[in-house]
């Protein structure tokens, strides 16, 4: 079974056309690293709701969970355990 | 009727636009008053298609012909043509909503499917062509220079469309190769109108509290209280004219950006981005401490939402469906690498 990471690093792939092996884990998705904009944005969070089954309410956004493909994991690990 | 302003008029073809049915090998003939209909609405910035059960080869060389094929955007044309999804389609690809969309049709049980299938389209009656321009839905307040050009703008994006789909590889490069360039400025008097436009058709990439009325914008214009930036943007592909607007209230050491709007038509181009980016660099640049934002979140504007969060706002209070962000101004984003901004 994929981890939660290749999940996540294959739906930015998807998403940024990137291959999903070929950024850091620690990569900034959004600025000044892949560059996601906040549209592209709004489509991965929807991909990992409909992925993980979760669902992530915008008061639960903040830089310090959508900043990398780390802290990502990091946040839907946590999102699932409630 | 109420305030309801249909941004774009969906035609059928055979005994609506013209008279006669093309694919029996009738001599077609543009029905009376269609012409000056299209050319009006096409004048005030109103987009217009086509949903239409026909050979779209046949349907577009006779438009040519009248020359007025390239009045239509996206024009869905087919022998299975399935009238809603048609029009969906047509509202997928303007990125409208189906409320801002009409549907004209000469057959009762089409213009009955549709209303079925699309509660949220005005469908209306072929022999109302000539009289459209008459009536308030179609009515516009100002008409602005944007309006007169908007057709041409969405050409150039549909342009831009097919390119981005053939492009395989990264997004980001994409963009580069898009070679974006974003004038942004002080907003001038004639400006006025097409930023009330803006604030009046932009659902999806609005942050602002509130609708303001042109009055609220000349107000605003004419106080020392307020900064009013538009953001004008062009690219190999062509010119999109005004897309952006950020009003900041600046109070003696307390900035507060009261409204950020992105034209959808060219949403995910870094656009929001790049006025955020200039907003908070003024403020660095004035000495201030923080700079805040207002934000209301509504069923379409999430995308605001992210881009004040990506941006390093924290999100405050939220009291009444608004939500207060402020910026410490500590580390401050770079300019979208694949914009040329330039600042006027």
Known sequence: MKSVEERVRSIIAAITGYGPDSFGADTPLFRGGLELDSLSGVELILRLEREFGISIADEDLDLASLHSVQTLCHFIVESGRE | MSERRIKCLVWDLDQTLWSGILLEGDLVALKPGARETIVELDGRGILQSIASRNDPALAIEQLTTWGLADYFLHPQISLAADKPAQIAHIAHLLNLQLEHVAFIDDDPSQRAYVAYALPAVTVLEADQAPILPQTAMFAVDY????????RQFYQAEVQRQAAERSWHGRRLDFLQYCQTVLVLRAAASKDVPRIAELIERTNQLNTAAYRFSHKDV???MNS????????????RFGDYGTVGVMIVHQLDQQWRIEVLLVSCRVMGRGVGEALLCYGLQQARVQGLQSLHALYRRTAFNRAMHLLFVTHGFR???QKDGMVAFTHDLEVIPDYPTWIDVQVT
């Open chain 2, 315 to 317: 999100r405050g209070k």
């Open chain 2, 218 to 220: 000349v107000g605003r």
């Open chain 2, 224 to 235: 020392s209280e307020y900064r009013l930036v538009v953001a004008q943007m062009s690219d």
């Open chain 2, 143 to 150: 008409l602005t220079e944007e309006a007169r050009h908007r």
